[in-house]
C-alpha cells in the first residue's frame, strides 16, 4: 500500500491511516497521569500521515503531543512497523509500552506477539522538542520542525513462521552482462514449538530456489541461500529503469523486494555508472509542502518528481534526512538518481563533542541503509551536512560511521558529505566523493559572483597538494534567493531576476568545468524555515527554491531548465 509494487500477496498487511485523536502535553504530565490507559476525552481529530502544525491555529514548532486509535487484528499476533515519526516517540498498545524509538526520518517496528485477536488501542506519544547539543536535528536548522506521524503505520498480521528481513545482494560480471545473487532471509519463530517449512526464492515469475528449513521455537534464523547466476540481465541506468522483484515465500508468509543490476564507481575524477562516465545534473529537495508538512502524499511527491525531471535533472539530493519508502520507489521507476543522507545538520563545537549525538547518528544511518539498501536510485550515503569537520572529532565521528555503512552496504554506493569548510576540512580524505556547498555572491554580499571562478582555481590547486585531486568533485549546494513574485527592473537582490542571473551564472560555469561532476542547485523549492534561524529569512521562508512553496515557477527555473536540458 504504501510502496509501489506488491510486497506481499500471502501477508495480511494494512495501514492504519486515517482519522485519529491527538492532545497536546504541554505541561508534560501525560506519562504521569497515564494518558496511555487514560485517553484525554477533549481530543481533536488529525489525519495521518500528518503533521500537527498543518492542523488549524496549531503552528506550534515543538511539542509533545499524544496520538490515540482503535485498529484490529485477525491474528493473536503482528508486526507493526512507523514509517516515521517525528521526533521521538513511544508506542503503547493496549496501556502496554510496546516501543521506544528515537529519529524522525527512519523506519521502525515493533513485534507483538500473542496480543490477542480483535479491537486494539494504540496511543503514540511524540516528542519534537529539540536540543542545540545532542538532538538530530538540533533546534536550530534551517527547515522547519514538523512533528507527527509523518509516514503510514502498518499492521503486518503473522502467525507462526514469519519472514523478518530479507537481504538481496549481487556480484556483477566484468562485462556487466550477467549478475549473482545473494539472498540473505532472516525467518523467525514466534511459538512455543520447533518448527518447519519451506523457503521458495523467484525473480520475476521464475522460482529459482526451494530449501527446507527448521526454526526453534521463539528463534530467528538467517538462512543464506544458494547464490543464482542470471545472464543476459538488464541494468538500470538514468531513465532505464530496469528493475527485477525477488520474492521469498513460506508456506504462511511472503516478502517481495525490489532490485536493480547497475554499477556505480569513482573513478579518477569521474563518477561512472555501468562504465559510463556520467554527470549529476541534480537540485536540493526538502520533502516538505505548506499544507502537508513532512507528510507529503504521492501525488505531491509524484509531481515534484515530475517536475524536477522536467527541469532536465537527472538526480536529486534528500537534503537533508531519509525520503519517504514511496519516493525512493518513485525514482526507482523512472530512473533518477538519490543522494541520501540523515538530518546531521550544522553542528559545531559543543555538539561534536557530545557522544549521544553521534551515538543517535549511527543509529539513523544504519536504519537508513538497512531500510534503503535495495534501492538502485541511491548512489551516495551522505553522512552528514555543514558539521565543523576541521574537528577531529568530526574525523573520528565520520570514521565509525563509514565503518558501519561499510558493514551493511560495501560495494554498491559511493560515501559523501557536504563540506562548507572547503579549505580547512579534515575529513575530506575519507570518502569517495568530494562535495561542496557554497553561496558566493550570495552571502556576504559585497563580494561578487563573478568570484566564483577564483574560488574553483584555489580549491582544486587546495585538493590537489592535499593528494585528493584525483577524487570527483560536485558542487552540493549553491543558489540565491529570490522571493517569488518580486520581478524588477533591475537585478536587485530577493528579485526573481537576481536568483535567475546568479544561479544561470553558476550552473553554466560548474558544467563547463572539466573537473566537476555535478551540481546540485540549492533548492528545489522553497521551504518554511526554523523560527529560531535568525540569519535573513524574509517570510519566514528559505526563498532558493527554483519554484516557491506551492510550486509555482520563478524565472530561474526556465533559466535552469534551458540549460540542464541542453548538456
Ligand atoms: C546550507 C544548508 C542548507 C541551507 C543553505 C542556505 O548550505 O546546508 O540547508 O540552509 O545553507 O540556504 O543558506
Known amino acids: 500500500m504504501v510502496r509501489l509494487f506488491n510486497r506481499h500477496r500471502i501477508r495480511n498487511m494494512y495501514t492504519l491511516d486515517g482519522v485519529w485523536k491527538y492532545v497536546f502535553d504541554k505541561e508534560n504530565t501525560g506519562l504521569e497521569q497515564k494518558w496511555y490507559e487514560n485517553f484525554p476525552a477533549d481530543a481533536n481529530d488529525i489525519c495521518i500521515p ?12 515543538e511539542d509533545v503531543c499524544w496520538f490515540m486509535r482503535e485498529f484490529e487484528t485477525r491474528t493473536d499476533s503482528i508486526n507493526m512497523v512507523f514509517g516515521a515519526v517525528q521526533n521521538e516517540c513511544d508506542v503503547y498498545v493496549d496501556g502496554k509500552h510496546m516501543a521506544y524509538h528515537y529519529g524522525g526520518f527512519t523506519e521502525f517496528s515493533s513485534l507483538m506477539t500473542n496480543i490477542g485477536k480483535g479491537k486494539h488501542t494504540i496511543v503514540m506519544r511524540v516528542k519534537n522538542t529539540n536540543t542545540d547539543l545532542d538532538t538530530i536535528p538540533l533546534t536550530h536548522v534551517d527547515w522547519f520542525h514538523f512533528g507527527g506521524i ?3 503505520v502498518e499492521v503486518h498480521e503473522i502467525e507462526g513462521l514469519w519472514i523478518k528481513d530479507v537481504k538481496v545482494d549481487y556480484d556483477l560480471s566484468d562485462d556487466l552482462k550477467s549478475a549473482t545473487v545473494n539472498t540473505f532471509v532472516t525467518v523467525e519463530n514466534i511459538t512455543f514449538e520447533d518448527l518447519s517449512d519451506n523457503i521458495t526464492l523467484s525473480i520475476g515469475d521464475e522460482e529459482y530456489i526451494s530449501l527446507s528449513i527448521d526454526v526453534k521455537k521463539q528463534e530467528a534464523k538467517v538462512f543464506e541461500l544458494d547464490k543464482i547466476t542470471l545472464n543476459d540481465i538488464r541494468l538500470w541506468g538514468i531513465f532505464k529503469p530496469e528493475l527485477y522483484d525477488v520474492t521469498v515465500r513460506l508456506s504462511n508468509d511472503d516478502l517481495t523486494e525490489r532490485i536493480g543490476f547497475r554499477k556505480i564507481e569513482a573513478k579518477g575524477k569521474d563518477i561512472l555508472l555501468n562504465g559510463e562516465k556520467i554527470f549529476l545534473k541534480g537540485v536540493n529537495r526538502h520533502e516538505e509542502h505548506p499544507d502537508w508538512g513532512h507528510a507529503m502524499p504521492q501525488k505531491l511527491i509524484k509531481r515534484d518528481i515530475d517536475i524536477i525531471r522536467d527541469l532536465g535533472c537527472n538526480a536529486i539530493r534528500g537534503s537533508h534526512y531519509p525520503n519517504s519508502k514511496w ?12 543522494w541520501e543522507e540523515i538530518p546531521m545538520w550544522g553542528m559545531r563545537e559543543e555538539p561534536l563533542k557530545t557522544p549521544l549525538l553521534w551515538e543517535r547518528g549511527l543509529k539513523m544511518h ?27 572529532e568530526a574525523r573520528e565521528g565520520s570514521i565509525r560511521y563509514i565503518e558501519m555503512i561499510k558493514s551493511i552496504d560495501p560495494k554498491h554506493r559511493l560515501l559523501t558529505f557536504a563540506t562548507m569548510f572547503d579549505m580547512t576540512d579534515i575529513c575530506l580524505d575519507l570518502v569517495d566523493v568530494i562535495s561542496c556547498n557554497k553561496y558566493i555572491g550570495w552571502y556576504g554580499y559585497k563580494q561578487p559572483k563573478e568570484e566564483w571562478p577564483e574560488f574553483l582555481n584555489k580549491f582544486k590547486a587546495h585538493l590537489k597538494e592535499q593528494g585528493l585531486g584525483d577524487k570527483p568533485f560536485i558542487m552540493s549546494e549553491y543558489g540565491a534567493g ?14 526573481e531576476n537576481f536568483q535567475a542571473e546568479y544561479d544561470a551564472y553558476a550552473t553554466k560555469l560548474f558544467m ?33 527554491g527554483l519554484v516557491n512553496e506551492y510550486r509555482c515557477p520563478k524565472l ?12
Not at 327 to 336: E, F, H, I, K, Q
Not at 556 to 567: D, H, L, P, R, V
Open 150 to 152: 509523518i509516514r503510514s
Open 556 to 567: 530561474a527555473y526556465f533559466k535552469i531548465k534551458e540549460i540542464y536540458n541542453n548538456k
Open 482 to 495: 529570490g522571493i517569488y513574485g518580486e520581478v524588477r527592473m533591475e537585478a536587485v537582490k530577493w528579485s
Open 50 to 61: 500528518g503533521c500537527w502544525q498543518n492542523e488549524m491555529d496549531q503552528i506550534y514548532c
Open 327 to 338: 519516493t525512493l520507489d518513485y525514482l526507482d521507476s523512472v530512473g533518477m538518481l538519490f
Open 366 to 392: 544504519e536504519e537508513m541503509v538497512k531500510r534503503d539498501f535495495h534501492h538502485p536510485c541511491i548512489i551516495f550515503w551522505g553522512l552528514h551536512n555543514e558539521i565543523d569537520t576541521r574537528m577531529e
Open 512 to 544: 563547463d568545468d572539466p573537473d566537476i561532476s555535478g551540481t546540485y542547485i540549492w533548492q528545489y523549492c522553497d521551504i518554511r524555515s526554523s523560527q529560531k534561524l535568525e540569519m535573513g529569512r524574509p517570510r519566514s521562508h528559505n526563498n532558493k
